[in-house]
């Protein structure tokens, strides 16, 4: 498959990427920069606020997506639980990918009760959402990080992403050096506190 792809690119007359982040990618690996055309995604229009007032009475840091370790969902797992706060939650929306990260998060939410897993429509927690987390290790964009800007949540993203161009340092998010712990942690600790976004 990959040598597939790399013939097609070679043939290409243009090649449409999502972000700076995978122009970048191409441009490093050879590929001319006149062949590349930024095409950026956006999020499908029902996600937007509600209007409504956030009724929740917990602090709820959501992640969506595929839950494997490429995503960095094992780093935010250990953030959070490197947190205190009784109200703090940890809202899972996906499904695993393998049985060994089926395992680990088993482990987790057995371990600490403020972590949660579930399929479904990321929709319903966004709108409960404080914040949402996505630590990946790389991604050429990553839509759920922009669902959730979109609903007006703010979104703590690697470096390691496409989505950091739509993120406004400190205003609508963060972006954390790639597999960081402490700085993961600390900007969770940050905006639970209401230190940043508010």
Same mark, same amino acid.
């Given at each position: ?11 290409? @007359? ?20 006149? !062949? +590349?055309? +930024? ?43 490197? +947190? ?7 809202? +899972? ?61 703010? !979104? ?11 993120? @406004? ?30």
């Amino acid at each position: 498959l990959l040598r597939r792809n790399l013939r097609e690119y070679e043939q290409a @007359d243009r090649i449409y990427v999502a972000s700076r982040y995978t122009w970048e990618s191409f441009v490093e690996e050879g590929c001319p920069e006149d !062949v +590349l055309s +930024l095409f950026p995604f956006v999020p499908d229009p029902r996600y937007e606020p509600d209007g409504a007032p956030l009724a929740s009475s917990t602090f709820d840091v959501v992640f969506i997506g595929r839950l494997c370790v490429a995503k960095g969902v094992p780093l935010l797992v250990d953030a959070v639980r490197r +947190l205190a706060h009784d109200d703090l939650r940890l809202v +899972l929306v996906g499904g695993w990918s393998s049985r060994g990260m089926r395992r680990f998060l088993q482990e987790a939410v057995t371990r600490d009760s403020r972590i949660s897993i579930g399929p479904g429509d990321p929709l319903p927690h966004l709108r409960r959402a404080r914040l949402c987390a996505h630590p990946t290790y790389e991604d050429g964009f990553a839509y759920a990080p922009a669902e959730a800007l979109a609903c007006g949540v703010p !979104v703590l993203v690697s470096e390691d992403t496409g989505m950091k161009d739509l993120v @406004d340092p400190g205003v609508n998010g963060l972006i954390l050096p790639t597999g960081d712990l402490p700085a993961l942690t600390e900007a969770i600790d940050a905006a639970y506190r209401g230190e940043i976004f508010t």
